[in-house]
């Protein structure tokens, strides 16, 4: 089916922003602001910038721990870690890192975080909640975003200079080996269930898709100009490939590798991920200096009528978010006062 | 948890009397415009969905009080 979308918001964030990471309960997004040194906090209700923190010089990518409250950044020019506190939105600690830190993942059932570390070739493993670093692990030049697969106890570090992925084991941190993927390697997204992996290689305009088990190169899938970043939809259906070159987003079958849709945001998209809350895009543009929130509509555009089928294929798919004034109160409402919960919608008229 | 959302305009008085009538004491949400219901492929009331604790939609319809008691069995039982 061919996807359909529509823009909710553009919001300004800063200069060069690039990592983005989503914090449900507060219903925020925050934004590594790479040439403003800044976070910016985005509520993602209002579609507006509530506050910008500063942090190190030039974070590239940010990550948000919702068990301790904590944001972190990737400070690739003070060679750290910010981490601020979610609450107060003020700097808690800078931890170092190895050179030019560029790429973050968090193992929150662990307590990791790992942090790829792109002049010094290495990947560094934190403790998420003392900040100790309990190993760093020899990757090689230009190690950058990092991937989890629980499943086959992996960590993948990929780098982007040395065109290729390092596989380390999340038990010991031993590296178990690694594969060339194409030139400018930058972003990496795991499907465990499938035992795959795909890998953007931003100078060889390609994704790679991998075979964790025999640890190959199964395919190579084409997407838009210049790729940089990805993620992997929350259903594990799609990879979104953000295409720098020219301003879109590819949306990829994670089945047959097939372009089904392909978004047009920003100048220079970079981090994208989807909010597990309401299932929107958001993508950091980096040319533009915008926050884009985009959501995908069923079926068609907004003048359409939806059909019977839309209301079937809701089953098993997150709730669409809603936000609507309480009777009584004639205060909004938002679905995530009821988040972790079970609930029924049951939908009456007067008529 | 029930949420009863309410579609039609000058939905606020008409909401309250139908409230007392039943004993209604769920949050009722109002969606006048009935853009909500039409963004989930609503085209006729009452319709039922129903939530898990991870936000995902686990049945959809039940309009038959047999089916949406069965329908509610599965959700609490984690089937």
């Not at chain 1, 601020?84 to 030019?100: N, R, W």
């Not at chain 1, 193992?107 to 975080?113: A, P, Q, S």
């Not at chain 1, 038990?171 to 992996?197: H, K, L, M, N, S």
């Not at chain 1, 926050?291 to 098993?316: K, N």
């Amino acid at each position: 089916m061919p996807i359909t979308t529509r823009k909710v918001a553009a919001v300004p964030v800063g200069l060069d922003p690039e990592g983005t990471a989503v914090d449900i309960r507060r219903g925020r997004a925050y934004v590594a602001c790479s040439r403003s040194d800044t976070l910016a906090v985005v509520d993602l209700e209002t579609a507006a910038v509530v506050a910008h923190v500063a942090v190190g010089a030039e974070p590239i990518d940010v990550v948000f721990d919702e068990r301790t409250g904590r944001i972190f950044t990737a400070d690739a020019h003070a060679d750290a870690l910010s981490v601020v506190d979610a609450e107060t939105l003020t700097v808690e600690a800078h931890v170092p890192v190895g050179a030019y830190p560029s790429g973050l993942t968090l193992d929150t059932d662990e307590r990791r975080l790992y942090c790829g570390n792109s002049m010094g070739s290495t990947m560094s493993v934190l403790d998420l909640d003392t900040l100790e670093t309990l190993a760093v692990v020899d990757a090689e030049l230009g190690a950058g975003a990092v991937a989890l697969d629980a499943t086959r106890r992996l960590a993948l570090c990929v780098n982007f200079i040395a065109a290729s992925v390092t596989f380390v084991d999340i038990d010991t941190f031993e590296q178990t080996g690694r594969i060339e993927v194409g030139r400018g390697a930058c972003a990496v997204g795991v499907v465990p269930e499938r035992g795959e992996a795909f890998v953007v290689n931003s100078l060889a305009g390609t994704v790679a898709r991998i075979d964790l088990d025999s640890r190959t190169v199964v395919e190579e899938l084409t997407a838009g100009s210049a790729p940089v970043g990805l993620t992997i939809g929350p259903r594990h259906d799609r990879v979104y490939v953000t295409n720098r070159g020219d301003g879109t987003v590819s949306v990829l079958s994670v089945v047959d590798g097939t372009e089904c849709g392909r978004i047009t945001v920003g100048e220079g998209p970079g981090g994208v991920v989807v909010n597990p809350d309401d299932g929107r895009l958001l993508v950091a543009n980096a040319g533009s200096g915008t926050l884009e929130i985009v959501e995908e509509l069923q079926g068609g555009s907004t003048a359409d009528a939806p059909t019977e089928d839309v209301l079937a294929e809701l089953v098993g798919r997150r709730l669409p978010a809603f936000s609507l004034p309480d009777h009584r109160t004639g205060e909004q409402r938002r679905s995530l006062e009821w988040a972790e919960r079970r609930y029924i919608l049951n939908f009456f008229a007067s008529w | 948890m029930l949420i009863s959302v309410w579609e039609g305009t000058e939905a606020r008085p008409e909401v309250e009397r139908f409230r007392e009538l039943w004993g209604i004491d769920a949050t009722i949400l109002l969606d006048e415009s009935g853009d909500y219901a039409r963004q989930l492929g609503i085209r006729g009331v009452p319709t039922n969905v129903l939530v898990d604790a991870d936000g995902v939609v686990r049945d959809v319809g039940l309009v038959r009080l047999d089916e949406l008691h069965a329908a509610v069995d599965r959700l609490t039982s984690g089937a």
